[in-house]
């Protein structure tokens, strides 16, 4: 059963067209994350949310914003897409924060831009 | 220079060979050290995780950390094309940070 589950799986925008990405969860996580992944690349981490707290990473570009109206649900948004933002869109869910806490990924949505 | 590095590959290998996949690592803080399996447009699943230098085995697979040389590997015996994928080395830096970060990822192909 999948628990981490990302919708839709491909999504492809226009330059400039705001797209909505989404994460829903059955774990009962306190935590979801957003990376980005670009073609072999390694993950990279855009911010978290620990329940309603949300925490950014410091380089990640004010074009990416992210909400999580509920524990289950979590969506990231790109205001205004470019090319270089075309990547694989992964969320992913732990338990708690922490440095023991294991990661749980869903199957991520790649995102085209044209 | 990145905070963890990993031979991209591609590594390609015959059915039932041993695979040695490797990353190094500079900052001593990290102490949680993990191995996840990447599909082909997939998501990352976890494969291994441990804490201490030393080894850890599951079934054909073994992690060993050298947290004195700053060195992890993952090794596979009796390899199986269905492991071929992308192995990706992930660390956490002690501490309630929530960040993990991983290395490249090394591209495995194993022939039948």
């Known amino acids: 059963d999948a628990m981490v589950i990302q919708n839709p799986r491909y999504q492809v925008t226009q330059f400039g067209k705001p797209v909505t990405l989404s994460c829903s969860q059955t774990l009962n996580h306190n935590v979801m994350y957003w990376y980005q992944q670009k073609s072999s690349q390694a993950p990279k981490l855009l911010f978290h949310?620990?329940?309603?707290?949300?925490?950014n990473e410091a380089d990640t570009p004010d074009n990416f914003q992210s909400r999580r109206p509920n524990t289950s649900f979590c969506f990231l948004d790109i205001r205004s897409p470019g090319l270089g933002d075309a990547a694989m869109y992964l969320c992913?869910?732990?338990?708690?924060?922490?440095?023991?806490?294991?990661?749980?990924f869903g199957s991520g949505t790649q995102l085209s831009v044209l | 220079q990145k905070e963890v590095e990993q031979d991209p590959g591609p590594l390609s290998v015959p059915e039932g060979a041993i695979v040695s996949l490797n990353c190094t690592y500079s900052?001593?803080?990290?102490?949680?050290f993990m191995w996840y399996r990447q599909y082909s447009r997939k998501g990352p699943e976890l494969l291994m995780y441990t804490y201490s230098s030393g080894n850890k085995e599951d079934g054909r697979f073994t992690a060993q950390v050298d947290k004195s040389s700053k060195y992890i590997s993952l090794f596979i015996r009796d390899s199986q094309p269905s492991d071929s994928a992308t192995y990706l080395c992930?660390?956490?830096?002690?501490?309630?940070?929530?960040?993990?970060?991983f290395g490249q990822g090394t591209t495995l192909q194993v022939k039948p």
């Open positions: 992913a869910t732990s338990r708690d924060l922490g440095a023991n806490e294991k990661l749980f």
């Open positions: 992930a660390m956490f830096i002690s501490g309630n940070t929530g960040k993990l970060i």
């Open positions: 949310y620990y329940d309603k707290d949300f925490n």
């Open positions: 900052n001593s803080a990290f102490q949680y």
